[in-house]
């Protein structure tokens, strides 16, 4: 599917070679865009080198760092025309235990708001005047059905941030659908990455397509919503689960 010959592309949460911002950017630079890959440590040069296009290392809580980013984009391809907020979750060198609500510390709640919800605000922010002056855009948030369909036992802080990133994407969906620019988030389900356990891994057997989701189905899906073919898809998400959420029982 062919985006949009020459689209600048800036694709967040890229660094794993087996994560799913690394193949919507594979997908991305297949479909004819102008790619920068990030992510927060210099391992997102390898994935920029693999795919022959720009890799920039950023920490997008930090909103300096987010326009430094935008400005580097812009000066070496472009401005940013697609923007797809995958970072989130899993940081490298950085994780948070699992705690039922009451348990969550002031500090590892806001660990959870910063990495999964104000990443995502960040680069909303950055992207939104620029696309709304030029009259186009794509936002593409990848979000979750942990928190907007679903729950888990110790995902509290998780869940509320994905929430939270749904919320935003159909406020960004009705403000700036006059501009031109749409905003749309895709939640995967059990998706089997670099980051997954072998218990999510088990988790994604008992869907009824019967085993775990893959980076590439979850970025054609993306793919879809960043392309030229959705000017009319806009503050809706996309579920790719596999049917999980169908099922009452997951035996």
């Given at each position: 599917?062919?985006?949009?010959?020459?689209?600048?592309?800036?694709?967040?949460?890229?660094?794993?070679?087996?994560?799913?911002?690394?193949?919507?950017?594979?997908?991305?630079?297949?479909?004819?865009?102008r790619?920068?890959?990030?992510?927060?440590?210099?391992?997102?040069?390898?994935?920029?080198?693999?795919?022959?296009?720009m890799?920039?290392?950023?920490?997008?809580?930090?909103?300096?760092?987010?326009?430094?980013?935008?400005a580097?984009?812009?000066?070496?391809?472009?401005?940013?025309?697609?923007l797809?907020?995958?970072?989130?979750k899993?940081?490298?060198?950085?994780?948070?235990?699992?705690?039922?609500?009451?348990?969550?510390?002031?500090?590892?709640?806001?660990?959870?708001?910063?990495?999964?919800?104000?990443?995502?605000?960040?680069?909303?922010?950055?992207?939104?005047?620029?696309?709304?002056?030029?009259?186009?855009?794509?936002?593409?948030?990848?979000?979750?059905?942990?928190?907007?369909?679903?729950?888990?036992?110790?995902?509290?802080?998780?869940?509320?941030?994905?929430?939270?990133?749904?919320?935003?994407?159909?406020?960004?969906?009705?403000?700036?659908?006059?501009?031109?620019?749409t905003?749309?988030?895709?939640?995967?389900?059990?998706?089997?990455?670099?980051?997954?356990?072998?218990?999510?891994?088990?988790?994604?057997?008992?869907?009824?397509?019967?085993?775990?989701?893959?980076?590439?189905?979850?970025?054609?899906?993306?793919?879809?919503?960043?392309?030229?073919?959705?000017?009319?898809?806009t503050?809706?998400?996309?579920?790719?689960?596999?049917?999980?959420?169908?099922?009452?029982?997951?035996?």
């Amino acid at each position: 599917m062919a985006v949009g010959a020459g689209r600048v592309a800036l694709v967040t949460g890229a660094g794993a070679p087996g994560g799913i911002g690394f193949a919507i950017a594979r997908a991305l630079a297949a479909g004819g865009a102008r790619v920068c890959v990030t992510a927060t440590g210099p391992r997102i040069h390898d994935r920029a080198a693999a795919l022959g296009c720009m890799g920039h290392v950023a920490d997008l809580t930090d909103p300096a760092q987010v326009a430094a980013l935008f400005a580097a984009v812009e000066a070496a391809l472009g401005p940013v025309e697609i923007l797809v907020n995958n970072a989130g979750k899993v940081q490298s060198g950085k994780r948070v235990k699992r705690q039922k609500l009451a348990g969550w510390s002031d500090d590892d709640w806001a660990h959870h708001m910063a990495l999964n919800l104000t990443t995502t605000f960040n680069c909303c922010r950055a992207a939104l005047p620029g696309m709304a002056a030029r009259g186009y855009g794509r936002i593409v948030n990848i979000s979750s059905v942990t928190g907007p369909l679903v729950a888990i036992d110790g995902s509290s802080a998780y869940a509320t941030a994905k929430a939270g990133v749904t919320g935003m994407t159909r406020a960004i969906a009705l403000e700036y659908g006059p501009r031109g620019v749409t905003c749309n988030a895709v939640l995967p389900g059990w998706i089997a990455t670099d980051s997954s356990s072998p218990k999510e891994i088990r988790a994604g057997a008992k869907t009824p397509v019967g085993r775990p989701g893959t980076p590439d189905e979850v970025a054609a899906c993306a793919l879809f919503l960043a392309s030229e073919a959705a000017t009319y898809v806009t503050g809706t998400t996309l579920v790719v689960d596999g049917g999980n959420v169908l099922q009452e029982m997951k035996l």
